[in-house]
Structures are given as structure tokens and as C-alpha cells.
């Protein structure tokens, strides 16, 4: 298995508090990605990283940031929690030399009251 | 982004039969998985698969990439096969598109 850790793997928070979420590999990928998955839309892609501080958004941004200051780290935040942002959050990371084959981490489920 | 489509929604088998899902992807793409995540929600990698066939014990898949389809086929259906099945594709760029899945229950 793909050594790809997130933490915490639930959280429940309130509306409005900053949560971050924190994603952490050991099989040193370039890439890294944070997804959101909810019933009826399969995953989504939030933002990913190509490097240590080169991120880029994807299809379901907006509300989110990240940061990425080391290989292994990559964080997501949400810097004013909505109860829209209820969902199950999945880290995963790919590499270039693998086919950018991607794997998946455990998740975290974020419950927005 | 690439639209990708899974059928059927929800599959429902007696153990042992055989199935075959499918995956349409609106564009070339030069990656395309199949994962199952398991009723505790872990996503697992099954195929990693832009063309061609490949077989992995009682699972194989195929993707035609000029007629952009994949088919995932599972054969002689266990309980633990239980799950939802998703096709992730990617063309250029960085950005995985997944289907909405297929629910596949498989009973005793």
C-alpha cells in the first residue's frame, strides 16, 4: 500500500471556524491532490500540487486553499467552514516515472454543523 | 475537463454470476483507472489502463481509447466485490475526472 496518511480522519467543526486538514506521504511523489467526494458527484478535484509550493486549482475551488512547503506535506484549508463543505476529503499522490498512476489515502470525514 | 460516464448506476448479482461495467470518457485521454472503494470507504487501485486489456484474477478490463469506452469485468462475483466502482480518466494537464460510480451489490 501506497504510504499515504491523513489527519484527522474525522472531524466535526462549526460554521465559520478555519479547519485544516492535513495530508502526509513517504513515497516521495511530485504529485499530490485533495478531492471531495459526496453522494451523486463520485470525486471531485480541489486543488493539487505539482511541486513544493506549485499548486493549481481544480474543479470545485472555490471556499478551499492549500499549501505544499515540503514534498511530503500537503495541506488543505477552509478558512470559513459551510456546512456546504460537509463532505468525505481524500488525499492522493501520483508520480510521473509511475504513469501518474494515482493512490488514494484513507480520508477524513468533515462534518460542517 | 473530460465528461466521463458510468453504467449501470447500481448492479445487483447472486453470487457467482459474472458483470461487466462500463466507461465512457468524452475525450483522448492518456491515463484511466478503476478503483472499488469497499463499504469502508478505502479507495483501491484495480487497473491502471489508458488501452488495452489486462486481467488481474477474477477481474479484467479494456479500454478502446479510439472509441473511448473502458469495461471493467468481474467474473464469478464474491461478497467482498460488494462496493462502488469508479473510472477516473485524465487527458493533459494534472486533473482526474471521475464518474459518479457503479454500486454493486452482491448477495449470498
Known amino acids: 500500500d501506497a504510504g499515504i496518511t491523513q489527519s484527522p480522519r474525522h472531524k466535526v467543526t462549526e460554521t465559520g471556524t478555519p479547519v485544516t486538514l492535513r495530508c502526509h506521504q513517504t513515497e516521495n511523489h511530485r504529485y499530490m491532490y485533495w478531492y471531495r467526494q459526496d453522494p451523486g458527484h463520485g470525486l471531485r478535484l480541489i486543488h493539487y500540487?505539482?511541486?513544493?509550493?506549485?499548486?493549481d486549482k481544480g474543479e470545485v475551488s472555490d471556499g478551499y486553499s492549500v499549501s505544499r512547503s515540503k514534498t511530503e506535506d500537503f495541506l488543505l484549508t477552509l478558512e470559513s467552514a459551510t456546512s456546504s463543505q460537509t463532505s468525505v476529503y481524500f488525499c492522493?499522490?501520483?508520480?510521473?516515472?509511475?504513469?501518474?498512476?494515482?493512490?488514494f489515502g484513507p480520508g477524513t470525514r468533515l462534518t460542517v454543523l | 475537463g473530460i465528461q466521463v460516464e458510468q453504467s449501470p448506476p447500481d448492479l445487483i448479482l447472486q453470487e457467482g454470476a459474472n458483470s461487466t461495467l462500463r466507461c465512457n470518457f468524452s475525450d483522448s485521454v492518456n491515463n484511466l483507472q478503476w478503483f472499488h472503494q469497499n463499504p469502508w470507504g478505502q479507495l483501491i487501485n484495480l487497473f491502471y489502463?489508458?488501452?488495452g486489456t489486462k486481467q488481474n484474477g477474477r477481474l479484467s478490463a479494456t479500454t478502446v481509447a479510439t472509441e473511448r469506452y473502458s469495461l471493467l469485468y468481474i467474473s464469478s462475483s464474491q461478497t467482498t466485490d460488494s462496493g462502488v466502482y469508479f473510472c477516473?480518466?485524465?487527458?493533459?494537464?494534472?486533473?482526474?475526472?471521475f464518474g459518479t460510480g457503479t454500486s454493486l451489490t452482491v448477495i449470498p
Open positions: 477516473a480518466a485524465m487527458n493533459t494537464g494534472n486533473q482526474f475526472y
Open positions: 492522493a499522490i501520483s508520480e510521473l516515472s509511475s504513469y501518474n498512476e494515482q493512490f
Open positions: 489502463i489508458p488501452s
Open positions: 500540487s505539482y511541486g513544493v509550493k506549485d499548486t
